[in-house]
């Protein structure tokens, strides 16, 4: 069944469970003061971003509601380190959550900290590193969005492959495996491939250049990760490439330099670590533990408990399309008993 056809099937059961009260009493359950919620984030808009990809990002205010209601529900939202290090002595408070964000991109500095801030909550973001040196935005999602601003028209983008149908969502999708398969074929460098998201976007009437420099779908700098660390936000490993290791020569190559780099940034050891895209591979397991690897969180829906592996903590993505009572089942951990146990990952066994 399709993820979203399933998510309208589960309200009507977690509707009726709160009507009669059953998500306050379960916050209040020995069961859920044994475990931990961990919220995923990717991105908060800048702009129309959650329009594009709702499964990616989610507005500034819709953020703000969520903070509000952890705060209103009187959660106890600490920092991962801390958390996970209850979790496993069987301290942790009632009602206990942790907050983390994915890759590091710039709208977590200009739209999501402004409101953890405002809600003094604390957050880890898992930050990809390849990209921050290299200040522009990241190939396949630009050139994605810039396909949708695109939407409704047929252009002739020879530098792209030739004629791009953008009247469907199919034609998108076709559209945009083209582009990146030539990336790919013509082997083209970060700066290249800049210039070519350049030119789709001219061919869609996309103001690319306005785009860059509103930093969407851009990573942060190291003077602005310098900058909110010194703040008290708290950056952890997610490779240096955002690809998922394969061998254990991949998880010391990404978690090495992935590492340096964290710490070169920040002046802090980074221990804890998001599988990219959330996908792991379970023989792996031993190779990041060997490498430091303390807690590593996967993108698998669920709550974590003491008997969970700290190799695998799930967590609930929580995107534009998760309406308020789905959002609440989850803070209260009722959503565990209509959610499905499935694994995001691709090679997970």
Excluded at 71 to 92: H, K
Excluded at 165 to 176: I, N, P, V
Excluded at 244 to 259: F, K, L, Q
Aim: glycine content about 6%; hydrophobic content about 40%; proline content about 5%.
């Amino acid at each position: 069944m399709p993820r979203i056809a399933w998510r309208r099937l589960k309200q009507a059961p977690l509707r009726a469970m709160k009507i009669v009260g059953g998500f306050d009493r379960l916050l209040d359950t020995a069961w859920r003061r044994k475990r931990l919620l961990i919220l995923c984030y990717h991105g908060v808009s800048i702009d129309d971003e959650h329009e594009w990809n709702p499964g990616l990002y989610l507005p500034q205010d819709d953020l703000r509601w969520r903070l509000g209601l952890l705060r209103a529900s009187r959660c106890a939202v600490l920092p991962l380190a801390e958390a996970v290090e209850r979790l496993y002595a069987g301290t942790l408070p009632t009602r206990s959550v942790a907050l983390t964000f994915d890759d590091g991109f710039f709208d977590f500095y200009s739209r999501a900290y402004p409101v953890l801030r405002e809600f003094e909550m604390p957050a880890t973001v898992y930050l990809t590193t390849l990209r921050c040196e290299n200040n522009r935005p990241i190939f396949g999602l630009i050139c994605s969005y810039v396909i949708w601003k695109g939407r409704g028209r047929v252009v002739n983008a020879p530098e792209a492959g030739g004629v791009l149908d953008l009247r469907t969502e199919a034609g998108r999708a076709k559209a945009l495996a083209a582009i990146n398969g030539m990336a790919a074929r013509e082997r083209l460098t970060i700066t290249q491939k800049d210039e070519l998201a350049a030119h789709v976007a001219a061919r869609c009437d996309v103001d690319y250049a306005a785009l860059a420099a509103r930093r969407l779908l851009t990573i942060m700098t190291p003077a602005e990760v310098t900058a909110l660390a010194a703040a008290g936000i708290d950056f952890e490993l997610h490779t240096h490439t955002h690809r998922a290791p394969v061998t254990p020569d991949d998880v010391a190559e990404e978690i090495t330099r992935n590492r340096a780099s964290i710490e070169r940034m920040t002046q802090r050891s980074a221990v804890h670590f998001c599988y990219p895209s959330g996908d792991y591979r379970r023989e792996l397991l031993p190779s990041l533990a060997e490498h430091g690897v303390v807690s590593a969180t996967t993108c698998d829906p669920g709550l974590a408990s003491p008997t969970t592996h700290p190799l695998l903590l799930p967590r609930f993505v929580d995107t534009t399309s998760v309406g308020a009572v789905e959002f609440e089942a989850w803070v209260s951990g009722a959503a565990t008993f209509v959610s499905r146990n499935r694994s995001y990952a691709a090679n997970a066994h």
